[in-house]
């Protein structure tokens, strides 16, 4: 399995302001992802992050608001720029290994809250 | 529109109980089904998966069970413990339309109780 960890674990953040999340895997991925849960709330695939190109971002979220790098392998950022309350929520980093893209293994997640 | 429906919502068993918790699915090309453990403050972890191919698949006290033609599945906890006390994700993905996305069911919050 993957280990997956992210950073900061949470953040309080002031509206209008940006925050970046970083996720590192331990082992070298196929594919690696970003999710959004809000308190209570099942999970919401925001973008797949795609080493070396741009990101693949599901209907209704959008680069300008929540660009993703992918440098490598191993590692990428979610920032959500220019947030408001209506972000608060989990952001969970996942990946999907090498030789078994059907598994996917999840960080900690990032508790955001906008203020 | 919701892909993959799970109920109930929530779910209190009594230690040494079955929990059961369903998941019903519309999509006739979704052929991986996982599901998932969340506990509060945690990131979803991987409990146990299972294929069309096959009607059942137990992995110690947890237990899929599969119905292809009734498009529904469920997972069965096994003499439930407090400690299995969490949230549970059913999920479902296609895995032939090169897509690596998982869609999540809404999630069963169960309480195990001494």
């Known amino acids: 399995s993957a280990v997956i960890s992210q950073k900061p674990s949470r953040d309080i953040c002031q509206r209008g302001t940006s925050l970046t999340i970083q996720c590192q895997v331990d082992?070298?991925?196929?594919?690696m992802f970003w999710y959004r849960q809000q308190p209570g709330q099942s999970l919401t695939l925001i973008a797949t992050?795609?080493?070396?190109?741009?990101?693949?971002?599901e209907s209704g979220f959008v680069i300008d608001k929540f660009p993703i790098s992918r440098p490598n392998l191993t590692f990428s950022t979610l920032t959500v720029s220019n947030m408001s309350p209506e972000d608060s929520s989990i952001y969970l980093c996942?990946?999907?290994?090498?030789?078994?893209?059907?598994?996917?293994?999840f960080g900690p997640g990032t508790r955001l809250t906008v203020l | 529109q919701q892909q993959v429906k799970q109920s109930p919502q929530s779910l209190i068993v009594q230690k040494g109980g079955i929990s059961i918790i369903n998941c019903a699915y519309e999509?006739?090309?979704?052929?991986?089904f996982p599901w998932y453990q969340q506990f509060p403050g945690k990131g979803p972890a991987l409990l146990i998966a299972?294929?069309?191919?096959?009607s059942e698949k137990k992995e110690g006290r947890f237990t899929i069970s599969f119905n292809k033609s009734a498009k529904q599945f469920s997972l069965h906890i096994m003499d439930s413990q407090p400690g299995d006390s969490a949230t549970y994700f059913c999920?479902?993905?296609?895995?032939?339309?090169?897509?690596?996305?998982?869609?999540f069911g809404k999630g069963t919050k169960l309480s195990v109780i001494p």
């Open positions: 996942s990946a999907g290994q090498l030789l078994n893209t059907d598994t996917q293994y």
């Open positions: 082992s070298q991925v196929t594919m």
């Open positions: 992050a795609n080493q070396g190109s741009e990101a693949t971002y």
């Open positions: 999509n006739t090309a979704f052929d991986y």
């Open positions: 299972i294929r069309p191919d096959v």
């Open positions: 999920a479902a993905k296609d895995s032939g339309a090169g897509s690596y996305q998982l869609t």
